[in-house]
Nanobody, 126 residues
Framework: VQLQASGGGLVQAGGSLKLSCEVS????????VGWFRQAPGKERGFVAG????????HYADSVKGRFTISRDNAKNTVYLQMNSLKPEDTAVYYC????????????????????WGQGTQVTVSS
């Protein structure tokens, strides 16, 4: 399984970006996919996750109401729409995946994912 994250860039505070995570694999619809981020000098932290059947999403408190995670099973892709961006959202964003179901409270655990993408840089200027 390979994950390819893209869509990062430089944006002003208040702006928007949409990240994409393309997942290779025959059973993408059964994958749970999460987005994490890591700023310089900080640990990697959970941003948002979306599980399979039943589809449900979970967000870190810091991004609720601003970020939206979605998936397109036909394109093997998970998206992270980021609105009202703040300078503190600046980080390298990683997507991660695992096959199968996770309870929502487990979506934020980095050890619950088996596959990781290479990361895409998001920089929000003030």
């Amino acid at each position: 399984v390979q994950l390819q994250a893209s869509g990062g860039g430089l944006v002003q505070a208040g702006g928007s970006l949409k990240l994409s995570c393309e997942v290779s694999g025959r059973t993408f619809s059964s994958y749970t996919v999460g987005w994490f981020r890591q700023a310089p000098g900080k640990e990697r932290g959970f941003v948002a996750g979306i599980r399979w059947r039943p589809t449900a999403a979970h967000y870190a408190d810091s991004v609720k109401g601003r970020f939206t995670i979605s998936r397109d099973n036909a394109k093997n892709t998970v998206y992270l729409q980021m609105n009202s961006l703040k300078p503190e959202d600046t980080a390298v964003y990683y997507c991660a995946a695992r096959e199968g179901y996770l309870i929502l409270s487990s979506l934020g655990g980095t050890t619950n994912y088996d596959y990781w993408g290479q990361g895409t840089q998001v920089t929000v200027s003030s």
